[in-house]
Each structure stands twice: as structure tokens, then as C-alpha cells.
């Protein structure tokens, strides 16, 4: 057991918003919440920018959110990977407090059988965000085709 590590090794949809609060990474110029870069529905995702407020007519102000830039839509043989389709065959989810990463291994079946494994990792230093690999997307078993739109 590593202290420095907090892990999800199975994934519950009924604690998305608190997980995504859990999982919330950044460096000291800005913060982006846990959310996936597939998307799922009711999800909350933010990224706030230090000393950057926006007016609200509700209270003072409040962190102002910038564009999320980690919306990743990956295609295989024609079928969109998303956590709320499909069966999920195995879950990891793990923060590296010490060295700021974040990284997330899913196992996954599509609803037409097809099934993959797939990889990220974020992670945060001083003056730089990244993902620190692309993301991994392994076919099990099979010779699928993969689609990231826009890579």
C-alpha cells in the first residue's frame, strides 16, 4: 500500500461528482476536475484558473472556468468508448499525490462484443499540464480499428 496513492478499483456511477472532486489535478496556475475524457452523462467538468473571477449575481464572484481540453472521442469499428455503454470488465483509477499523476486503465466490452483495453495519464508539473502518453487503446483478441477524431 502506498500512502501517497489514492485508488477507485472499481467504478461506481452513483459517486461520479464526489470521485470527480477526489480526482481533481493541477499545479498551482489552474485546477481540472476528475471527470473522464470520454465524457458521462451528469458529469461536472471544470477547469479553474488561479486569480482568474467571474461577476455571479448571486454571491461576490467566483473562480472563473476555462475551456475543458480534455474531451477525447475514440471510435472503434464504427462504436463510440464511453463507460455508460457497453460492459466494463476491469477498473483502475489511481492519483499519484507525490508525483501528480493521474492515470485510469479500463477494460471495456462495446455493445457489439468488440472489446479493448485503454490507458491515460495526466500529469502536472510547476508551468506544465500534459497527458504523458497519448492514450493507450490495446484491442483483446482482435484486429479492430481505432478512431480518434481530430489525432
Not at 502506498?2 to 461506481?12: A, V
Not at 465524457?39 to 486569480?51: D, H, M, N
Amino acid at each position: 500500500m502506498n500512502l501517497w496513492h489514492i485508488n477507485e478499483n472499481e467504478f461506481d456511477s452513483r459517486k461520479l461528482q464526489s470521485h470527480e472532486t477526489v480526482y481533481t489535478i493541477g499545479n498551482g496556475y489552474f485546477g481540472t476536475r476528475g471527470v473522464f475524457e470520454e465524457g458521462y452523462p451528469k458529469e461536472t467538468p471544470a477547469t479553474l484558473l488561479f486569480g482568474v473571477f467571474d461577476k455571479i449575481a448571486v454571491g461576490k464572484e467566483e473562480l472563473a472556468n476555462a475551456p475543458d481540453w480534455l474531451t477525447i472521442k475514440l471510435f472503434v469499428n464504427g462504436e463510440r468508448f464511453r463507460l455508460d455503454h457497453g460492459k466494463i470488465l476491469d477498473y483502475q483509477r489511481t492519483l499519484d499525490m507525490q508525483h501528480g499523476i493521474l492515470q485510469r486503465t479500463v477494460r471495456w466490452e462495446s455493445p457489439g462484443g468488440i472489446r479493448i483495453r485503454v490507458r491515460a495519464a495526466s500529469r502536472w508539473r510547476s508551468s506544465l499540464v500534459a497527458y504523458t502518453d497519448a492514450p493507450l487503446i490495446c484491442p483483446i483478441g482482435t484486429d479492430d480499428e481505432f478512431h480518434i477524431p481530430g489525432m
